[in-house]
Each structure stands twice: as C-alpha cells, then as structure tokens.
C-alpha cells in the first residue's frame, strides 16, 4: 500500500485547508486510515481517524470541533479538513492506513505511512 499526501501549504490563523492522502496497491484490506502531525522539537501526536466503508471517526481533543476526517472509498481517498486553524497546528502532516484492522490512535498500530505534507499557521 503506497500512500500521497497532498494539500499543505501556509495559511493565516482562522483559516481553513483540505488535506487529501491517496491510497494506491493493495488497499483491499486497508480498514482504517489516519492522520498524524509532528511539530518542530516534538513528538508526532495523532490528529484523527477513520473506518473505512463506515466511516466512524475519532479525533484529538486538540483538534475536535474545528477538524473533521471524511473518506471517498471509490478513490481510496481520506480527506482531513482543518478550519479554524490555530498556529500550534503548524507542523508535518502525515496520513496513515492499517491493515485488517479499525482505526486507533496509536502510531504503532498503523502499517502504512505517507511522506507527509507541511501545513504552516501564521499568526
């Protein structure tokens, strides 16, 4: 399972991006996708996620009310809308899938990672 990131880019702070993550190969036992960020000096933190084909979601407090995690299980896409953002949620974005399984914020329970993309929240 190969996975692209895409959508990241700098954004004033009350300001809104989409984030996209395509998932390529064998997507047919993917059953949870997620997004994890990592801001400069820290640790990556999990933001949200999702069940495919269902679509129940879990997000981080930090996060909940403003982002919202939605799927198009045609593209084998997931989509991390981010509103109201904050310039603490500067940081590299990072999607995530995991195999035959639901979706968990645990970094270490996902098997597939993308490359990241770098979202930056001006003040």
């Known amino acids: 399972v190969q996975l692209q990131a895409s959508g990241g880019g700098l954004v004033q702070a009350g300001g809104s991006l989409r984030l996209s993550c395509a998932a390529s190969?064998?997507?047919?036992?993917?059953?949870?996708m997620g997004w994890f960020r990592q801001a400069p000096g820290k640790e990556r933190e999990f933001v949200a996620a999702i069940r495919r084909s269902g679509g129940s979601t879990y997000f981080a407090d930090s996060v909940k009310g403003r982002f919202t995690i939605s799927g198009d299980d045609a593209k084998n896409t997931v989509y991390l809308q981010m509103n109201s953002l904050k310039p603490e949620d500067t940081a590299v974005y990072y999607c995530a899938a995991r195999w035959g399984n639901g979706p968990t914020s645990r970094q270490n329970d996902y098997d597939y990672w993308g490359q990241g993309t770098l979202v930056t929240v001006s003040s």
């Open positions: 190969g064998r997507t047919f036992g993917v059953y949870a």
